[in-house]
T-cell receptor, first 115, second 112 residues
């Protein structure tokens, strides 16, 4: 049971390049989400998904795309990287909160630098 | 205004001290509340859920005041290992897509 895995751990991009951050979970969780964390800003929600084929925007979706073709995978695509997207990106998953008490499990993060 | 607001700190306390953090949220429809802990350069991990009746887990006590829209975390008998950033987390109900919003975190340093 690997939990939530993210690849790569570190990435350096040039402005204008595109790339995909990978996220996978093996806990059969319906809910998956992507956050970015910047100094003094906490975690900000980029996109989330409540199940395969269903995605929605969070607080800061501009410049990012997601898809959810399977329950296990939730990749995040940067269409044209900008220096403002330099950040630490966390993927998280949980069961759908049928009650009020569903823990989100986080991956180890991807540290992205855009030059 | 941020949806979830916390005092960023840092709080510097000696071992054995009691320290309290507060957090306010703006969306009255928020349904679920949590405290997460994040160590430096690591991923956040659940510390405890917060229930309307208040709940305790060892040295940690969490309380929720829905009328005033704030959440609190009390840490008693602080240990060096409690040094971390504490994140207040609010989750929306199904009508809000279960969106989960994090506060910016409160940094705690516990000194010997």
């Amino acid at each position: 049971n690997a939990g939530v895995t993210q690849t790569p751990k570190f990435q350096v991009l040039k402005t204008g390049q595109s790339m995909t951050l990978q996220c996978a979970q093996d806990m059969n969780h319906e809910y998956m989400s992507w956050y970015r964390q910047d100094p003094g800003m906490g975690l900000r929600l980029i996109h989330y998904s409540v199940g395969a084929g269903i995605t929605d925007q969070g607080e800061v979706p501009n410049g990012y795309n997601v898809s959810r073709s399977t329950t296990e995978d939730f990749p995040l695509r940067l269409l044209s990287a900008a220096p403002s997207q330099t950040s630490v990106y966390f993927c998280a998953s949980s069961y759908l909160p049928s009650d009020n008490d569903n823990e989100q499990f986080f991956g180890p993060g991807t540290r992205l630098t855009v030059l | 205004r941020k949806e979830v607001e916390q005092d960023p700190g840092p709080f510097n306390v000696p071992e054995g001290a009691t320290v309290a953090f507060n957090c306010t949220y703006s969306n009255s429809a928020s349904q679920s509340f949590f405290w997460y802990r994040q160590d430096c350069r690591k991923e956040p991990k659940l510390l405890m859920s917060v229930y309307s009746s208040g709940n305790e887990d060892g040295r940690f006590t969490a309380q929720l005041n829905r009328a005033s829209q704030y959440i609190s975390l009390l840490i008693r008998d602080s240990k060096l290992s409690d040094s971390a950033t504490y994140l207040c987390v609010v989750r929306y109900p199904p009508t809000g897509g279960f969106k989960t919003i994090f506060g910016a975190g409160t940094r705690l340093f516990v000194k010997a």
